[in-house]
């Protein structure tokens, strides 16, 4: 299962990539409409399916205070 999300990903990411190059093309205003409302698609799913497969979080533990040492004590 993670394998197919993470191969979704890669295709949603490669079509993301290839609309934002269309759009850096001369085109009809009919064109722009239609690949800016696809990529807007291509996004929010990545997104969605981003959120479902890496869904756990990960906290970063503080660096612990810095100890005084032996000099510095003094």
Not at 33 to 45: A, G, K, N
Not at 56 to 67: S, W
């Amino acid at each position: 299962m993670m394998d197919e999300n993470i191969a979704r990903l890669r295709t949603h990411r490669n079509n993301i990539a290839r609309y934002r190059r269309l759009l850096q093309t001369k085109l009809t205003d009919l064109e722009r409409e239609f690949i800016e409302r696809r990529l807007s698609e291509e996004q929010s799913d990545y997104e969605r399916l981003a959120a479902g497969t890496f869904s756990m979080t990960f906290k970063i533990p503080r660096a612990p205070e810095k100890q005084p040492t032996a000099y510095e004590a003094i």
